[in-house]
């Protein structure tokens, strides 16, 4: 089967888009929000299967792990309380989704971060969420401030009340900025990558995985500039006396296949492991359109893959079962379905 | 012949970085810093045959476009009078180089920028050092903050007065951040990367270039995420309703060749038209090793483009044509050397 580890939720019906900007009118108002609007299931279907599930099914896709949409998760916005609420909303229209479509979506989390809130007021949605909802990952944003980076560095002890529920829980976390309010930056352009990149950085410096030895990221975007710039970081691991990549970061983190061009993901296979690369697209997303050098969607990642010499060996593990390995949670719900099937 | 396009004065003489120091300190406590110190000849033809020149003789290269040692630009740093003190320190030491060597090196200035002041103020050094000093380029940092990402994007009309200044002087500027203090990023593993995908990014969002059709920009680092992830920016132009790269940006943006392994090498030139490449080393710079896999240095990227299978006027392109086409004084240099070996 081929898992798709990197779908949002980006056409998700207008009352939910709608209150989110009432939530906030509400906020730069000093009231409070109205309640959350109904949203049916028709709606829902609505919103999924013209898009999401339609270009699932031409491109061959049979299950994505789906999250929220990435750019307006917002933490940099309101307060605490604010972020909460919208969290909540978010995650449970995904979950809505996956119980519409238990064969095609299954769930990753957003987390109510806010910026100077401690990570750990963030655990309960994290739990909520695999617990009660059957998310099998989360997205954790390293810069809740929206492009000002002024969060300590994901290797900081800060951090670790999270990592410590994902351990327990045995889920991941993908690395994944959110909208930017610093005008140096745009979102899906420069946002995403830069912080794929640091983060890359940030744990080659540091020891996290000693302390977390069972902890995985996935630091989407193909890597962000990492692959392409693979010499440069492995040199800097020899300069700053830190052990080698495999030793110290590649046990533990993963890239997607989030590239959108052909010489892009060739790279990615040349010089990263098959074993540390998830299929994902990044669909409905960043990129929208079709190419017009190939007459394809930029996003249309599997084309890109399949047009690599990987061995039937080499393909199974980046489309299946990396994201079982990465994805436990996920691995355990094909299992139950398997089994009923069977029964 | 064969230009790099690319390298910092990183090996300085102990007393010019021991000045920096001492600089600081004075700042800090509120008081004069003392007299920049002599540095001798002897003292500069040590820090250079040694180390810059012997390498550049070792890989065959002829002549390196040389500016001040970029991670200690230190824009961040105090006001803008230690920064002009500082900046205007390091472009002598470097016109020195320059005539000690005047063969091997030619000067590309670091400009006073410091946080919250115009850049019309750094427009005087640009003009000292290209027409006193005999430079052709400069570094322009699109960062002064050191990480906090405070000043407008580069296509702001406020950097305007110094893209006036380069066009009438007729010298391009490399985009090229410094230091950080901002602990999520590492200078030369994250920033530099970040700062050269955030500047395209900037680039093709907006129309620069058509308001300064002759101003030519190097995004170093082999353009940061961009060449890697040039699927994603050709997919952006069209989302955004942007003109295509080629017609809005590729004719004033050029990359170098500072990527350390070959993989990365092959990708750039494989999506990057060989037009907008620019042979660079960043030697002696951010990735100083050996690589264990290849038994040769890391940043000799020399290797990488000999191993290319470009025809023999693609090479002198990227090896001498582009640079004397994007540096005109340095071509107007090497023309008048030519006259003068002549006569």
Redesign the interface.
Known sequence: MIIDCHGHYTTAPAAHTTWREVQQAAFRAGESPPAYPTVSDDEIRESIEGSQLRLMRERGIDLTIFSPRASAMGHHFGDEAVSLAWTRACNDLIARVVKLYPEHFIGACQLPQSVGVPISHAVAELRRCVEELGFVGCNLN??PSG???T???LTDASWYPLYEAMVELDVPAMVHVSAVT?????A???HY??AD??A???L??ADLFKDFPDLRLIVP??G??V??????????T??LGRPSLDESVMGNVFFDTC???Q??V??LF??VDVDNILFGSEMVG????I?PRTGHY??DTRRYVEALSLSPGDREKVYEANARRVYPRLDSALKRRTREEVN
């Open positions: 390293p810069d492009g000002h980076w969060s300590p560095p610093n005008p140096n930056f745009h899906t352009g420069s990558l830069n990149t640091t890359f950085m940030q080659l410096q975007h193909g962000g500039a692959p392409y710039h693979w010499g440069r970081f492995r040199g800097l020899d300069m590239v959108y061009h010489p892009g060739n790279l040349e010089v960043a990129v929208r359109g190419d930029f996003d």
